[in-house]
């Protein structure tokens, strides 16, 4: 394979060798890159990706693996796991678009998975490595979403699969895909914070193999939705890319993924990234909007958008490199601008998880902040589907949506009313044609 590729630290440069087990710098302890030394003509990426789509060969069917020559980390193609993951699909909305104040405005919708969110991209990379490095065990703490992932593809790869949750906060959706994929489900008493904290201690005390976003094999395969998405758009890069900050691994890879295709010749200019966070769950936003150079402690994270309910995000460091790299922002957007904007991008026949619906809110912020132009070209990455959450669905829609609130068939206690401004409830009609044809109108 023409490149060569080993670990490289983000602030030290210490390298190390793809094949040692490690998530973090054994020098100094910071985040580490995948990195490579590639040697490739850009036509010849260009003609053999294109190729693929033509071929019925698994690794040929992934929007990962498709693009192999740009995570050639892997010495052995039969370790590859692949769920044919990615071929996520861009969709126009027109009633978002206006919404945010611009003229076009497209979503990529990695909900669109085989588990229903973008971390199977990064799932097919690490569990590939995992079976390279001989693991029996892989663990992650999660919001949901990679616990649903690791489940799966642990599964496909006979490996046993440990989540570590925060108890009573994980959608239904989620929780109900790790236990049918035979996950052993570890409920915490804590948030994910101290989930994450406590997967990691074990992860350096025993060989579990971690597969949260700080393992750099993860970001891998998540930044092939860059790629996916320029290959696309035919080469021609957006203005803008949008998508949800939590833990920051996605951000990250995204910045990667754009980095790499430029540096490669494949685009000539890089789009802005924008990292878009909940208010309640903000610490880039803040160290941002405060001109901070480390990233700021919030406490305890608070959103219904569970997915991007993080204080501590782990790859903080290299979402400010990927906002730099892009000439990006970073910005947070209130409970009711999320659970509003999902509504707009339902309206365009678009269903998505509410962490998903910041990019739409975010961009309006953008709009009217006249970072971005009216006439400029925005793809927002939409992360989930909107099968993970339906109850937050459900609950907008009938006016329902509390910020704190213990549901019942009655809500028992609940604060924070959350306006359904775009509320779509459901009609209560007699079982009769007459009473039916009225209120249709026919
Ligand atoms: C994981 C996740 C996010 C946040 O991604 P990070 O990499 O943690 O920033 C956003 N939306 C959904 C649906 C997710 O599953």
Redesign the pocket.
Known sequence: MPARSYLKCISCNADFDVHDKLYTCARCGDLLDVTYEFAYDRDYLKRTFRERRLSNHPLDRSGVWRFRELLAFYDDPKHIVTMSEGNTPIFLAPRSARYAGIHKLQFKH??LNPTG???DNGMTSGVTQARALSARVVACAS????SASMAAYAAQAGLLAAVFIPAGQIAFGKLSQSLDYGAKTLQIDGDFDAAMQLVLELSKETDLYLLN?VNPFRLEG?KAIAIELLEQLDWQPPDHIL???????????IGKGLKECYDLGLIDRLPKLH?IQAAGANPLAIMYNSKLTTLPKIGTAHTL?T??K?AN?V?WKK?VRAIEWCQGSCIDVTEQEIADAKAIIGSDGIG??P??AVTLAGLKRLVEASIVDKDENVVAI????LM?DPDYTVNYHMDKLYEKAIYHTETISAQGHIKASFANKPLQVAADKIAIRKLLGL
């Open positions: 990695q909900g969110s973008f971390k919001t949901g979403n990679t976003s998540q998508v949800p900050g939590g833990n920051l691994g996605n951000s990250s890879a990292v958008a997915a991007i993080i995000p790859s979402a998505c998880e962490a998903s939409l992360t989930g589907s993970k």
